[in-house]
């Protein structure tokens, strides 16, 4: 820690590295009012636009007439409410896995899984693309932390069959949230059974969007579900809500129960967002329009973008990071497409790697054509 915070505030600040917090004042959606004016959004996980749905607000009020809002307790004294456990059965269902576990948080969640399996003498094989909190859980569990290229699949078996670790983990995000791209998840589960090792699946930007119904990344998986298999979705994005849930065997979400401390030491989540999650997954399951909507949307602005200066990576979700390079540049186009009307900000160092700053397009079915035209306009107007 820096002695002294101000000089180390200044630094940041000569770096374009300074981050700052803006007040929305309003629901979510591709239309947001932050610090007073109205923005066309494109900053939100949202991709399936239930956060404001009155289907999910109705289920979360009804449940707070009926049963309060907090539990007063952690979910082994009398936190675990009937509302989580229905969730947590549902959940597990739509996935196509034995049992689930709901958490408060995705970090909270990965923080969790991790640190209960893993520990000295253990080995952790990660995506070098991995979201912070799966970092910051392989840091804390004390295994050995082997980061591999990212998406490099023939490095990744060189290290598994090289370890002689007492516990293998193999960790990755799904769908990566800065990139956009996906992980190779069928040939993660043969790696995985092959070298007896654990894999478990971060699916925050993949769940809700991906697959027929939405079930995430395993709906694309053509192999049977490996028995080492933990999968997470996280529910503040194309949910629309909050919270987390992992799922796997039985067994599996039985140790978890009984070793994961940021389940066990801390109040259970107020039943009534348990009460959303159960209705936004009803959206989910119906919700094929929208995610054709999305799909839609994704390949106009791909189209519109083959004639800005600054190219987008490859990808097919929602995320569709338009690549800047500079801290500088990137906060400058931030601020003019602020100035008109529109809130993209930019993505800088430490989130990203030095010298790929960009701006995070994150699109939602709630958006419209007109709205990509609005936006590459813009950028075609500033460029």
Known sequence: MPTDLTAALARLQEDGLLRQRRITESAQGARVVIDGREYLSFASNDYLGLAAHPDIADAACEAARKFGIGVGASHLLTGHHALHDAFETAFARFVGLESALLFSTGYMANLGVITSLTGRHDAIFADRLNHASLVDAARLSGADHLRYPHNDLADL???LAASNAATKLIVTDT??????????VPELLSLAEKYDAWLYLDDAHG?????EHGQGILASCPLPLFHRLIYLAT???AAGVAGAAVAGSTPLIEYLVNRARTWIYTTAQPPMLAAAALKSLELIVAGGARRDRLAMLIMHLRER???LPWPLLDSSTPI??????DNTTALRLSQQLAERGIWLPAIRPPTVPEGTARLRISLSAAHSLED??????ALEAWA
Do not use: H, N, W, Y
């Open 157 to 159: 078996e060189r290290r």
């Open 175 to 184: 769908v990566f949230s800065m990139d956009g791209d996906t992980a190779r």
């Open 207 to 211: 769940f809700g969007v991906l697959g």
């Open 235 to 237: 529910f503040g994005k």
């Open 305 to 307: 973008a083959r004639r």
């Open 320 to 325: 569709q990071p338009l690549m800047v390079g």
């Open 372 to 377: 990509i035209d609005r936006l590459c306009d």
